[in-house]
């Protein structure tokens, strides 16, 4: 199976050499979830385990059945209601959490802000209000384009405190994959800042939203946020279109009772990248989410009442949404919100964040403890970093070097890491340890949780034998499970749940070892994970292609030590066009192609290879072959040519990036 990753191929050798780290003993007796009997009586009765976790919500009113229709239409806790803002808000401010911090948040420039239950409570209230205020009701969409603010976190629960759908598109992305997805999405109205501060700099939040909104006719409002105080309007947009946020919120009531959603209404939709070149809108529902997200965050970070718990993730990807904000808040945590980045003003910044606050609980992704181990050990050597209680991975495999490195410089030996696989779709974690009862191993994220059931097919359909790799698939509907995708089912159905019946297909690779552990192999679709940033070879090539001077482009993830992919293009240029003079590409273009790319989907999609060619490597059905492409971007030998149309084609391309040498430019 080709994965587009050297991991497959290191696999044997590292379940050889795999240690095993069982718990340590002061961890294991104090974990929330101490008997490993939960794992078979979970599996035994599914529905009554979410049932005995379910009674941990607010319900306003019961529901009738844990789990009704037939999968992938199925309907959890059908005939319930509650709503997620009263779960993760209101209800805490009536009991002793309401003075506790909800959320600890750090501005770039090192400002803090700390907000209680109780003043997170008074600011959704008043935003509900100003949504109401701005005509839009329950079941319209609203779009929010915002950095790591508070407020951006006070958005989306004032969204589901009125029932209002929202979709939060990542600040990092550009005006028009905004547009894109606010257009699909049909948003009625669209929050945004004037600018988000990264780096020192100036993001340009506003400007793109407004650029964005004039090409999306269904966006009647735009609520703005004044981050970086300078004038809030945008002269691109009628001024009567755009209201200020301070403004609104300092007019706005803090009465506004939270609205009774039934179990299976929208909470939120948000893109993903799948295999074309259309981002997919992942709908997640009320209920099952919620709980889904709470019972995971509970038990995999072992959450404690006083823990200061800190998921790194952007509030733009699911792992904001599920990790940063839904789960903890529903659990009554405190949650660390960081606007900036990992290296300003110092590279230690994380470490200085860890000691100050106290994190007791620290997540963050694969990619990100790779460009810690670039920098070196002495940047968190010079913190304390003895609060830290756990830590844990998300967002690609983790390798065992990074693993080990964590484990060392971050956790000081002493803290279990929890490597959780899940995705946009699954809502809520998958396959994960438990820090307190399963021992883990470097490199695997272990088993699946309680009441979850996954495993690895062949392409018949039969479970592949222990250390065989195959498509990773999940067996049972669980809680927190995507819908739909919003306005195409049918694509729904085809893409996720048709390959094998009744079984959810994940689009990963896996290995399960002789343990029962699940050792994750990356995509076997033309998905992409760039940083932890999940992106599809197809939009790239899209946006490749509407250059003028490109005729053809195909797109692969290639290994990358510290991304874990990174994007190599290959490109054919037409004959006459900007740049490019009978298919020859100059340094020139290559840095106006990445451009391009940059200002069609957002900075992460750059290409960081382009490769010029006069022809791609096709089957003689004229299906381009990425495994090859692939091959000659890792540097490897090739692989099976005969399908190739013109086999020289390969050749010349190999030799080509021979000769520029990895990372070619
Ligand atoms: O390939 C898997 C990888 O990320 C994909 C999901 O991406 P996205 O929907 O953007 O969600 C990211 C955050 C959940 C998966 O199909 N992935 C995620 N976590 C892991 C992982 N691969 C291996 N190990 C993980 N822990």
Redesign the pocket.
């Known amino acids: 199976m080709a994965t587009g990753d050297s991991r497959e191929d290191r696999l044997d050798a590292l379940l050889e050499e795999t240690r095993v780290f069982a718990p340590p003993a002061a961890f294991a007796a104090a974990a929330n979830v101490r008997d490993p009997e939960v794992y078979e009586r979970a599996a035994a009765d599914p529905a009554a385990f979410w049932a005995e976790q379910a009674a941990g919500l607010r319900w306003m009113r019961p529901y009738t059945d844990v789990l009704a229709g037939a999968v992938p239409h199925v309907r959890w806790f059908a005939g319930g209601r509650l709503n997620v803002a009263d779960n993760c808000v209101d209800r805490h401010c009536e009991g002793p959490r309401r003075n506790k911090a909800a959320l600890l948040w750090v501005a770039e420039s090192g400002e803090t802000r700390t907000i209680t239950y109780q003043q997170l409570q008074r600011e959704v209230a008043r935003c509900a209000n100003v949504l109401r205020s701005l005509g839009v009701r329950r079941g319209d969409r609203v779009g929010i384009y915002m950095g790591m603010v508070p407020e951006a976190v006070v958005a989306m629960l004032a969204c589901a405190r009125i029932g209002a759908p929202h979709t939060v598109v990542f600040g990092g992305f550009s005006a028009e994959a905004l547009r894109e997805r606010l257009v699909d999405a049909q948003c009625k109205v669209l929050i945004t800042q004037d600018g988000a501060y990264r780096r020192g700099n100036v993001v340009a939040l506003l400007q793109n939203a407004a650029s964005a909104v004039r090409g999306a006719p269904p966006v009647e409002r735009v609520l703005v946020l004044r981050r970086i105080g300078a004038p809030a309007l945008a002269a691109e947009l009628p001024a009567g279109m755009q209201v200020d946020w301070q403004q609104a919120m300092a007019d706005a009531s803090t009465d506004c009772p939270c609205e009774p959603m039934d179990s299976e209404d929208v909470l939120y939709i948000l893109y993903?990248s799948g295999t074309t070149g259309k981002p997919k809108g992942i709908v997640h529902t009320t209920a099952g989410y919620l709980l889904g997200v709470a019972t995971t965050h509970r038990w995999i970070f072992d959450l404690k009442e006083d823990d200061v718990y800190w998921c790194t993730a952007d509030i733009g990807?699911?792992?904001g949404h599920s990790y940063v904000l839904y789960g903890p808040l529903c659990n009554g945590a405190t949650t660390v919100l960081y606007e900036g980045t990992p290296d300003y003003p110092g590279r230690d910044r994380h470490w200085r964040i860890v000691e100050e606050l106290g994190v007791n609980v620290y997540y963050t992704a694969p990619t990100t403890i790779r460009t810690f181990m670039r920098w070196g050990p002495q940047e968190p050597a010079h913190a304390d970093l003895s609060s830290l209680r756990l830590l844990g991975?998300?967002?690609?495999?983790?390798n065992p070097e990074a693993w080990m490195w964590y484990h060392e410089h971050i956790g000081g030996g002493r803290c279990p890491i929890v490597?959780?696989?899940?995705?946009?779709?699954t809502g809520m974690i998958m396959i994960t340890p438990l820090p307190g009862i399963v021992p883990t191993k470097p490199g695997s994220?272990t088993r699946p949780f309680p009441a979850v059931g996954a495993e690895v097919l062949d392409e018949r359909g039969l479970p592949v034998g222990p250390g065989a790799g195959g498509n990773l698939v999940l067996t049972q509907p669980w809680p927190a499970m995507a819908r739909t995708i919003f306005g195409d089912d049918e694509r729904f159905v085809r893409q996720y749940w048709s390959r094998y019946s009744g079984k959810y297909l994940?689009?990963?690779g896996a290995r399960v070892d002789a343990d029962g552990y699940f050792w994750?192999l990356?995509?076997v679709d033309d998905?992409m994970?760039v940083s932890?940033?999940?992106l599809s070879t197809y939009e790239i090539e899209s946006a490749l292609v509407d250059h003028a001077s490109v005729a053809e482009a195909a797109v692969i993830g290639r290994f990358d030590a510290v991304k874990g992919q990174a994007i190599a293009a290959f490109v054919t240029l037409k004959e006459t066009g900007s740049g490019g003079v009978g298919g020859a590409g100059t340094d020139g273009l290559k840095a106006d192609l990445k451009q391009h790319v940059g200002r069609k989907i957002g900075p992460i999609a750059r290409p960081d290879d382009i490769f010029f060619t006069a022809e791609l490597p096709k089957t003689r059905s004229g299906k381009i072959m990425r495994r090859l492409l692939r091959d000659i971007a890792e540097g490897r030998a090739l692989g099976d040519t005969t399908t190739l149309a013109d086999p020289a084609v390969v050749q010349s391309l190999k030799e080509q990036y021979e000769e520029a040498g990895e990372g070619a430019d």
């Open positions: 993903t990807w699911v792992t991975s998300v967002g690609e495999p983790i490597d959780t696989w899940w995705q946009t779709e994220a994940t689009g990963d994750l990356g995509r998905v994970n932890g940033h999940r």
